[in-house]
């Protein structure tokens, strides 16, 4: 078998085109326009650029878009009240603290200090409750397994999972967890694997739907995937790559994609799967904020 590639590239560029049209409509409608802010404190390259990234995405899509730029020594306090004044920010419907943040502040103040109605990110406690407890239409849920249901629901063409065996490796907060519960939402029987699981190759050969958040360089084999599989790889793992030249990296999913592709239903590539979907869910979950302020139906992805 050859599985079937999960563009999620191409997804991602749908989501953005949804959202963007969906956003004019609501301005002309409503006169709401949605509004995200993102702040970043420190200068940590790869957060910086996923930072930009997040800014151009939201001016792409027509949002208002703010991005405050902190310094690393910031203190908390000052943070804190940023957080304050974008939660009191009429025009400011979702917003986030990029992680990680310095040592010196602690994050998880920092999460829970985000208003619920504007986290975003979907890691304030509330949010984590409103998904454990099945309220999706109120939840803001993590954006990477998120934009990984959406690939899901392409791949196999259905929203109800009834009958389906879901095995997520990985129990993260930020990726883990939350996919394991949008799966349950979705009628799936689902299964999280860790560090401590007995027989790992075993319990994913069970598996009709396969969720890889290892952060393990395609540890998960080809015969570890049972044959017409769906497998989604949420890893990004940067690996020597001397092919490429002396010092070249390469980036690699948590999934062996070659060996596996042979096997599987339908698989997602690393790059170009699951990790284009994230910046597109936080917009999606951006203009839902705004949606609901303004008592309108967001669209579905
Ligand atoms: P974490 O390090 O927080 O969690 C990793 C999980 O994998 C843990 O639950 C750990 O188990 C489990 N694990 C580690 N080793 C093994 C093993 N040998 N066998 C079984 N389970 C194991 O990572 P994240 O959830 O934050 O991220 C996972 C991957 O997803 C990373 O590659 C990360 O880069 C990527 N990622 C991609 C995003 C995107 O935008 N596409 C966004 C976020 C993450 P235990 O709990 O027992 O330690």
Not at 65 to 93: F, V
Not at 94 to 115: E, R, S, T, W, Y
Not at 234 to 240: K, L, S
Request: negative net charge; hydrophobic residues 40%.
């Amino acid at each position: 078998m050859t599985a079937k590639v999960i563009d999620g590239t191409a997804a991602a560029e749908n989501v953005l085109a949804t959202v963007k049209s969906a956003t004019q409509k609501l301005v002309a409608d409503t006169g709401i326009q949605p509004g995200i802010a993102v702040i970043i404190v420190g200068e940590d390259p790869a957060s910086q650029s996923y930072v930009r990234s997040k800014g151009k995405r939201a001016e792409e899509c027509g949002f208002k878009s703010e991005t405050y730029r902190l310094p690393a020594d910031t203190p908390e306090a000052d943070l804190l009240a940023l957080i304050d004044k974008l939660n009191k920010d009429d025009s400011i419907h979702g917003f986030l603290v990029q992680l990680p943040v310095p040592d010196h502040i602690d994050d998880g103040k920092v999460i829970q200090a985000v208003d619920p109605d504007k986290d975003v990110d979907g890691f304030n406690f509330v949010n984590v409750g409103r998904l454990v407890t099945g309220q999706l239409g109120e939840a803001f849920v993590p954006c990477t397994p998120n934009g990984s249901m959406v690939l899901l629901r392409r791949a196999l063409g259905a929203a109800d999972l009834s009958g389906l065996n879901a095995v997520v490796v990985g129990r993260s907060n930020i990726v883990g967890k939350p996919m394991a519960h949008l799966l349950l939402a979705a009628n799936a029987t689902v299964t999280i694997a860790h560090s401590r699981t007995k027989d790992l190759p075993g319990l994913c050969r069970t598996a009709d739907i396969l969720v890889a958040a290892v952060g393990r360089p395609e540890m998960i084999k080809a015969d570890w995937v049972k044959p017409g599989a769906c497998v989604i790889d949420v890893g990004i793992n940067r690996v020597p790559a001397p092919e490429k030249g002396e010092g070249k990296y390469k980036v690699v999913g948590d999934v062996a994609y070659d060996e596996c592709a042979e096997v599987a239903g339908s698989i997602t590539p690393v790059p170009g799967g699951v990790g284009k979907m994230t910046v597109a869910m936080l917009m999606a979950s951006t203009l839902a904020s705004a949606c609901r302020k303004a008592g309108v139906e967001p669209p579905s992805y």
